[in-house]
Structure formats: structure tokens, C-alpha cells
């Protein structure tokens, strides 16, 4: 059996026009992290971060999977040696739309959670969601409660951490795709794996500031690195 666990970040969306986290300047579609990807900031200012998640969840219309996305849906649906999951830290929905283009659901975790989904505020139930979030949006599970973005901000809880670490510790291939490695605990993942024996590849336009982790770096843009890889793997099946 050679399971593969594959972590993707901000890079493998850029090639789609999706705006990274960390660039040069540190701002974030111009604002700081804190004021609008925290707990904190959305209490202090419901209108601003819904309007942050607003923006980024209409630009999804205007946008789609690029040939890395693809090329990971092509090895889901035709890898047999083992099973193969994809943890995105990427809220956007291009890993969803190029599993369905191959026609195979599942075998996808948004760790960081979803732009288009929303969570109600009192149950905690979350929903499908692609229009705008006010500050008053009536929750359909609560008539006396409000929807929030269906994101993990910092200082929250990522998701389906227990499935994550299981399929870390059965992985022998883990592959990090596209991410900076500065966002715990996702920036942890590769240690569990080796532990666990995996090989561990980082495909990225730089190294990453826990490179020195891993057994193998593929410098280059994720639409070039990834389908070669994914086709060497294939190949060699
Ligand atoms: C938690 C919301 C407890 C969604 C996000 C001190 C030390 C260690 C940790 C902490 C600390 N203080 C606080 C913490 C915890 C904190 C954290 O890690 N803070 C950091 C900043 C220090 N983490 C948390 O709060 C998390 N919760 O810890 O709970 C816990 C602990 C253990 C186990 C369980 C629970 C919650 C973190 C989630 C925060 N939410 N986003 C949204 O709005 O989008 S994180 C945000 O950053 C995004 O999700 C994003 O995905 C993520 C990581 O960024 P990257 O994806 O890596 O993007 P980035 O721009 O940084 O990098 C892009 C990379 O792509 C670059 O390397 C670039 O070179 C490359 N690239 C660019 N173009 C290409 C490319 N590669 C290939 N091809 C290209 N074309």
C-alpha cells in the first residue's frame, strides 16, 4: 500500500489569479491579517471582515482550476496503489471543481474551512453559502441568529484534524504543494509524516521556511512541477 497525503497552500491558487497571503508587502488584499482573519476582528468589525470574505467569495466566479488542481484530481482518480488525500489551507472551492471535472468527490479537507459556505452563529451548523454575508443575515437553522464566514481565523480550531493526523501516520508519499509552512498546525504536517516513514517532496517558486524538512524540493511554478510529478507517479505505478 503507498498512501499519499498532499498539503496545499495560497501557491497553487496563484496560477488561477488568487491573490497568495504572505506577498511582499504582508498586506492581504491590503489589510492586515489581524484586522480581518481573527475572532477578534470580526467582533470589533462584523462589516469589514464580511465584506473581506465578500470580495474574495464573488471573485470565485471569475476564476478556475489550473493545471495543477487537475493534475491532483487526475492522480485521486488513478492512483490505485493506495488511497490519496488532499488538506487544502485554501478556502477557494478550485481542489471541489477539479475533482468534479475527474469525477471523484471526496478525498478533500478544507482544513481552514470555505468561501462558500457559512456557519450560523448560535448552532454552529454550517451551510451553503455563495452570496454575501451582512452582519444581519438571518441564519436558516435560527431565526434569532446571524451567519458568519465558515472560515477558521487564527486562534481557532482548524477542521477534521483527528482524519488529518490519521492519514498522516499511514502515509509512505506526502507532498506539501504551494505554502509558506508559516501557519501552524498545518506547517507541522510534514514532521508527522516522516515520522511515520513518509518520503516528503515540497513543491514551491522558493523554498519554504521549513524546507530543510523535507527529503525532496521541486523549485518551479505549481502548473509545471505538479502534472510532471503527478505523471512520473503515474508512470511508474
Ligand atoms: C490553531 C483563514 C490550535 C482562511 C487562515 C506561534 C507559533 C506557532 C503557532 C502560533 C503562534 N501563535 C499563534 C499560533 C497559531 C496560529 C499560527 O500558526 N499563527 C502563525 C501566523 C504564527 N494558528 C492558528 O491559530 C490555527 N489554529 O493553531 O488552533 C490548534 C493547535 C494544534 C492543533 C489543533 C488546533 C488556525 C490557523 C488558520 C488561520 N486561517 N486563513 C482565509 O481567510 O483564507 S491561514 C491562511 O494562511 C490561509 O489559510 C493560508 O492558506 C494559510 C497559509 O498561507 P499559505 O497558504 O502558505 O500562503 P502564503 O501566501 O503564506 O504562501 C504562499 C506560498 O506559495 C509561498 O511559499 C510562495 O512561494 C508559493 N507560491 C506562490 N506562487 C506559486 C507558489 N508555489 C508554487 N507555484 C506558484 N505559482
Not at 468534479?100 to 454550517?126: D, M, Q, S
Not at 508527522?192 to 521541486?218: C, M, Q, W, Y
Amino acid at each position: 500500500m503507498k498512501n499519499i497525503v498532499i498539503l496545499t497552500g495560497a501557491g497553487i491558487s496563484a496560477e488561477s489569479g488568487l491573490q497568495t497571503f504572505r506577498a511582499a508587502d504582508g498586506l492581504w488584499h491590503g489589510h492586515k491579517i489581524d484586522d480581518v482573519a481573527t475572532p477578534e476582528a470580526y467582533a470589533r468589525d462584523p462589516n469589514l471582515v464580511n465584506e473581506f470574505y465578500n470580495a474574495r467569495r464573488r471573485q470565485l466566479s471569475e476564476v478556475k482550476p489550473n493545471e495543477a488542481h487537475l493534475a491532483l484530481a487526475k492522480l485521486v482518480k488513478n492512483w490505485h496503489r493506495g488511497e490519496v488525500l488532499i488538506v487544502t489551507q485554501n478556502v477557494d472551492d478550485l481542489h471541489d471543481r477539479a475533482a468534479k471535472e475527474y469525477g471523484v468527490p471526496g478525498h478533500l479537507i478544507h482544513l481552514h474551512g470555505e468561501l462558500l459556505k457559512a456557519r450560523c452563529t448560535k448552532t454552529n451548523f454550517p451551510t451553503e453559502w455563495h452570496g454575501d454575508i451582512l452582519p444581519d443575515t438571518v441564519s436558516p437553522f435560527d431565526k434569532t441568529a446571524t451567519l458568519r464566514p465558515h472560515i477558521v481565523w487564527f486562534g481557532e480550531m482548524p477542521f477534521d484534524m483527528d482524519e488529518i493526523y490519521k492519514a498522516l501516520l499511514k502515509s509512505s508519499l506526502f507532498l506539501s504543494i504551494g505554502t509558506s509552512g508559516n501557519v501552524h498546525p498545518a506547517s507541522s504536517f510534514v514532521e508527522i509524516a516522516k515520522r511515520s516513514g513518509a518520503h516528503t517532496v515540497e513543491f514551491n517558486i522558493e523554498p519554504s521556511v521549513g524546507n530543510s524538512l523535507f527529503d525532496e524540493t521541486r523549485i518551479g511554478k505549481a502548473t509545471e512541477t505538479v502534472p510532471a510529478y503527478v505523471d512520473e507517479l503515474l508512470r511508474n505505478e
